[in-house]
C-alpha cells in the first residue's frame, strides 16, 4: 500500500531519485525519462478525460490505471531479481496487451478505412486523445532506447506500441465515429 504523508522529501534536491530498488540515480537517467514520459502521457490521458463519458470513458480510466503499472515497472530496474524483493514487484503482462488489441478491434469495427492520413482535431476529445498518441509514442522511443542499454519487460514496450495505436483509433471514435475526421490534402497550401 502506498501512503504520501509527506510530499517533499528534500532527496532529490541534488539532482538524485530514487528508483523502485531504492538505487539512486540522476534525474535525468534514461530510465527516469522514460517512466516520466509514460506519467506524462498519463497527464494527458486526465486532459482528454475532461471531455469522454460513457464506455470511452471507462476505457480510458483503465489505461490510466494501466499506465501507473506501467511506470511502476519501469522504475523498478533488475528484473531478474524481482524474487528476491521484500514486496511482489508489479510488471506489465500480455494481458494488458491483449486487452488493448480486442478493443482496438472492437471500435475499429464501427470506422470506414481511411483513404488519407488524420489530422488533429477535430471535436476536443479527438484532439487530446491525438496528443495522448504522441507523448506515448514518444515514451515508446524512451522505454525502446532504454531496452536496449538495459533489460526491460517486453510487455511494457509491447504496451505502449498498442496504446498509441489506441489512442489513434479512439480519436476516430471521438470524431463521429470518423465521420467528422480532419483528412490531411497533400499540398493544399502551395
Known amino acids: 500500500m502506498v501512503v504520501l504523508n509527506r510530499i517533499y522529501t528534500r532527496t532529490g534536491d541534488g539532482g538524485q531519485t530514487a528508483l523502485g530498488n ?4 540522476a534525474k535525468h537517467a ?7 514520459t509514460v506519467d506524462e502521457t498519463n497527464a494527458t490521458l486526465g486532459l482528454a478525460r475532461l471531455h ?9 480510466a483503465m489505461i ?3 499506465l501507473f503499472d506501467l511506470g511502476a515497472d519501469l522504475c523498478r530496474p533488475e528484473m531478474d531479481r524481482d524474487a528476491e524483493a521484500a514486496y511482489p514487484v508489479l510488471r506489465m503482462v500480455a494481458a494488458q496487451v491483449d486487452r488493448l ?3 482496438i478491434d472492437a471500435m475499429n469495427v464501427r ?7 488524420v489530422l488533429p482535431g477535430g471535436s476536443a476529445l479527438s484532439a487530446c486523445l491525438h496528443l495522448c498518441r504522441t507523448v506515448s509514442r514518444r515514451a515508446e522511443r524512451l522505454v525502446v532506447e532504454l531496452a536496449e542499454a538495459e533489460p ?6 509491447r504496451y505502449l506500441n498498442r496504446v498509441s495505436d489506441w489512442f489513434f483509433v479512439a480519436s476516430r471514435i471521438a470524431n463521429d465515429d ?3 475526421d480532419v483528412l490531411w490534402v497533400p499540398g493544399a497550401n502551395r
Open 22 to 25: 531504492g538505487q539512486r540515480v
Open 101 to 103: 488489441e480486442a478493443e
Open 64 to 66: 490510466q490505471n494501466d
Open 111 to 117: 470506422l470506414s478505412p481511411l483513404r488519407s492520413f
Open 30 to 36: 534514461l530510465r527516469v525519462s522514460a517512466y516520466g
Open 152 to 157: 526491460v519487460n517486453p510487455q511494457a514496450t
Open 178 to 180: 470518423g465521420r467528422a
Open 52 to 60: 469522454a463519458t460513457g464506455d470511452l470513458d471507462r476505457l480510458l
